[in-house]
Every structure is written in C-alpha cells, then in structure tokens.
C-alpha cells in the first residue's frame, strides 16, 4: 500500500492502473477510520481492482464555529486500517495542496441542500460538493463509496454526479453500529462516558421511527413521537428530526414512497446523526 | 462526420475512441458558426486525433433580460462549416437533454466572475462554469479550445479547471476579426448596416490603447483616452473599459504585468466586447 500527498502521484498512479485495464474504486474520508469506514473499503474491493483512500479534513465544509481544530486525526491507525482492509492507495494532501491561495471555484446546489443538516450548517455541502468533485476529478475513480449514515451527503453527491454528467457510479452503503445501536462516527470520540450512554437515544428513536411507520403513514405523527423519545434523554437537544423523499430530500406527509426518517441530536455539545430509509 | 443529440451518444463514441488511444479536442460553441469557431476547430484538429464540436445555446448563461431567444441559430449552416474542418463529432443537445426538470447543481467563482462582463451580466459565469463542467464531464476531451475574444471566459475556464482539478489542458486561440477588424461574433448579425459601421470604433479603440500602451504605462490614462475615443461615435454607449490582470482578472495600475485591456460597448442595442493582451 501506498500513501501520497500529491495530486500528480494520484494521478500517476491510477493512470498506471487504467493503462492496464484495471477498475478504480474511491473511498472519500475524513480519517479517523472506524468500522463504517471499513465497510465502504470492503465494498469498493469487492467491485474493483484497485481501491483508493482518500484521507483529508477539508476545511470548506466546517463552519466557522465548528469543530474542524477537534476533528480526530490519526494517520497511523488509519494506514493500518487501510492496509488491513486491501486498500491499494491512501491520498492525504495537506489543505495546501487541495486549494491555492488564490483558489475561488465551488460546486455548490440549490434544493437538496437547504434542509436537514443544512439549515445548522449553511456552508457545509458547498463545501463537500467541491471538495468531492475535485476528488472524483483527481482520481477519476470508476465507483465512489458512501457511508448512508450521512444520508443527505449521499443524495447531495448524487444529484452533483448526475447533475454535472460525471462518469461515476456512485455505491451507497448502510449505516454500522456498535453493538448497542450507535451509529459508528469519529465524532463519537468526543462523547464522555454519560454522553456516550446518553446518545443511545439516537439509534434507539430511529428504530421506533421504524416500527412505528411500518402501520402509521402520517409522517407528522411518526415524527412527534420520535420528538417525545429524544426529550426523554435529559442530555439530548434536538436540531431537527424529519420525514423527506429518499431523493429529493424534501419533506413528505406520507410515508409511502421511498423516504428517509433523519435526525440531528447534539449530546452536549456533540451533534450526532442518525436516519434510516423507509420503503427502499 | 456524425451529429449526435444524447449524452450517451457522445459517450459511447469518445470511449471507443480513447480505447483505441486517440486523443480527442474539444470546441464548445453556441453554434452559428464563423471563421472565429473554424479556426479553433482547425487548432483542434492539429493537436489531436479527434475533434468534437458541441453546438448548444445554454439557457442558464443568459439573464431574464438577455438574448436568449433571439441568439440565431443555424444548424445547417453550422455542420456544413464544421464537415469543412474535419470535425468529426457534433454534439447537439436539446436543453431538456443538458438540464432535467430538477437540476439543481451549479459550478461557480467569486473574484474573477465579478468584474467586467459579470458586472452586467451577474449570473452569465455560473451558467458558462456550469455548462463547460457538464461537457467537459460528457465529453472528457485531452484538450478544450476557447477564443481570447471572450477573455473573460477564458480566464474563468481556466481558473475552474485548475481549482476543481480537471484533466483538460485549456487552449486559448487569438481573436478573428473581419478585413476592417470588427472581431468576429454571433451577435454581429444583430447589427444594422448603419450600427455595423459604427461597431468599428471597437478594434478602432483597442488599436488606439495598444498603441499607447507601449509608452504610456499608466492604466487610466490609457483607459481615459480610450473612453474618449468611443465617445466619439454616437451610436456607441460604453459598458466599461478596464485594464485587467491576465490571470487574476483583477484591475490594475500599470501596465506591466501581462494584462488585458478589455470593453463591452453597447452599439444600439447589441452589446459587443472585444480586448487585447498586453505583455503576453
């Protein structure tokens, strides 16, 4: 396994490997790789030749006020993980490398963008769109992999792929939980032992969502109970939970179609999220 | 030569093309097609194995205000120019093809989109960015060939795909212009027999500030007499005449660094521009 800084050995290297006839699959990451992680490498080796880690905290989707300082780094566990799943190529630019001084361009999307996590965060998917497209431009991967934890991320970078005619397919996969139905995230680092317990009522709300709307349809209903269950955790904030087409992410009245129940807690000062699809 | 409606057409041939190694250049155009467009399909031809020429009058560059319904169109006319060339692709989309019902992505820039034409003509870049992304991203070219006629565009061009990290090389061609050295443009036919005499004061004006520009190095100076010289036709109503850095598209001071003096002069109602590098 190879790890690199430079876009030029990224591109080197994969155009070594198409040269050969061989099919590249992409693992966009923030590092700090947990078991979720895993799953998206795994995936991407079983439908590729070669699999490509890209490991960068991109600072154009972290607000002002959030956590980009904090966000958990960890090179060296990471290049275990990446070794130990198969992967081929780890990508790990330093900010410098990705965006000039005077660098002014962004990918950015109307819609899809505007609810959700990114009514909290009004930046964050700017970010991301541009941050993904220079990756997918970069290493020009056959298939991309996203965790479905992040489920208005994968829909955003659907639309952008679909939207902007880019030649890549791109792979959603499920959410990993820990044993206790916590979904795997690297911001769970910043849970103390009580706000770790506390954050249960996440996974645990999501899966009375589920139950709930297999008989209920109304989405309003669904979505004031989910609201009670969260409040009876006293560490719990709400930011938003909501029921919204699977694609469109806009909000629906009835669960019929293809849709998302999503949610965004913080435990303290931690945001978490969490979502599941209904009807997919 | 083969004219081709579908983004899947495009494609299909461009890959059996790249499998057979070929290299392949690209010439996006609006179509109705002059010595402008044929000489960069002919620089095209030169430096690769296949030319592809797409023809499309892309809505979202044109404000609500613009002409967009009126821009003359000419297909006919047009593939007879490029068979003349040795294109050996068109690509023709209707909008409905470009733009689905719930498109919602763009490509946009701040800083150099601001000044100049992007005064006027506030969202033209985000749909000239968004549209050359799209055919860049269908058409997947080795090289992309614009005119220096549009010198702001070019400049965006290649500063969007330096920042998004796109693996096209960027060719600029320099400006056509009729014997009497009005620079070729669609828009031209726009202009009245009277109008198209008039129109004139711009190459006229631009001669007058490269000229002055080999001793005189301070931009407005240059810039005042220019204005000066446009005044003196009636039928014309100056949009701006700056003097820019090449690159940065910011104005400058002096003049020398390699810049751009550059204007958009109203001729009745037909918004014309036209420019010239200096120091290049």
Chains 1, 2 share one sequence.
Request: aromatic share 6%.
């Amino acid at each position: 396994m190879k790890i690199v800084e430079t876009i030029e050995e990224v591109r080197k290297q994969v155009k070594e490997w198409k040269k050969q006839g061989l099919s590249v699959g992409l693992v966009p990451t923030m590092g700090y790789l947990h078991e979720g992680h895993q799953s998206l490498m795994e995936a991407a080796g079983k439908e590729n030749d070669k699999v490509v880690v890209s490991i960068f905290v991109n600072p154009m989707q972290f607000g002002p006020t959030e956590d980009l300082a904090e966000y958990p780094r960890d090179l060296d566990h990471d290049a275990k993980v990446c070794e130990k799943a198969g992967v081929d190529l780890i990508f790990h630019p330093e900010p410098e490398e990705m965006y000039a001084p005077d660098f002014c361009s962004f990918v950015d999307m109307t819609g899809l963008t505007e609810g959700l996590c990114g009514k909290t965060r009004p930046i964050h998917f700017r970010g991301v769109c541009t941050v993904v497209n220079k990756l997918f431009n970069i290493v020009q991967p056959d298939r991309a992999y996203f965790g479905q934890k992040d489920g208005q991320q994968l829909a955003v970078v659907r639309r952008m792929v679909r939207d902007l005619n880019m030649d890549i397919e791109i792979i959603g996969c499920p959410i990993v939980r820990e044993e206790d139905g916590l979904a795997k995230s690297s911001r769970n680092t910043y849970l103390s032992q009580e706000e770790r317990k506390a954050a249960l009522i996440l996974a645990k709300t999501i899966r009375l969502g589920e139950e709930m709307a297999k008989t209920e349809k109304d989405a309003q209903k669904v979505i004031e109970a989910m609201k009670k269950n969260i409040e009876t955790e006293p560490l719990a904030k709400i930011d938003y939970v909501e029921a919204v087409d699977a694609v469109s992410m806009e909000p629906v009245k009835t669960l019929d179609g293809e849709c998302m129940l999503a949610m965004a807690v913080y435990i303290g000062k931690t945001r978490l999220i969490d979502n599941t699809l209904l009807n997919a």
